[in-house]
């Protein structure tokens, strides 16, 4: 599975973005979907993460009620929206597909694919 994230952007406060990941490759549907985050000189922490048919999504205490998943199984995309926004928001925001189920789907160790990233600026 290849991935490629996009939708990222600089924008102020309070703002919203959408970011979309594409995949290519076999059995995008056969996998959970996860978005991750880092902040420079941070680790790469757990955002957001969707289950292979879409029922079962989990949000980051930080994101809940601001921040949603969703995904296409047929259009291969998994998109997150990112609603009020605030500068610690700030980060490149990665996609990643794990291949064995919603167990673990926090944890970065364990996804198998991951996307090259994109850049979420937010201004005060």
């Known amino acids: 599975v290849q991935l490629q994230a996009s939708g990222g952007g600089l924008v102020q406060a309070g703002g919203s973005l959408r970011l979309s990941c594409a995949a290519s490759?076999?059995?995008?549907?056969?996998?959970?979907m996860g978005w991750f985050r880092q902040a420079p000189g941070k680790e790469r922490e757990f955002v957001s993460s969707?289950?292979?048919?879409?029922?079962?999504?989990v949000v980051a205490d930080f994101a809940k009620g601001r921040f949603s998943i969703y995904r296409d199984n047929y259009e291969n995309t998994v998109t997150l929206q990112m609603n009020s926004l605030k500068p610690e928001d700030t980060a490149v925001y990665y996609c990643?597909?794990?291949?064995?189920?919603?167990?673990?789907?926090?944890?970065?160790?364990?996804?198998?694919?991951w996307g090259r990233g994109t850049q979420v600026t937010v201004s005060s």
């Open positions: 990643a597909a794990k291949s064995n189920g919603v167990s673990g789907a926090v944890y970065t160790t364990g996804y198998d694919y």
């Open positions: 490759g076999r059995a995008f549907a056969a996998h959970v």
């Open positions: 969707i289950s292979w048919a879409g029922t079962r999504a």
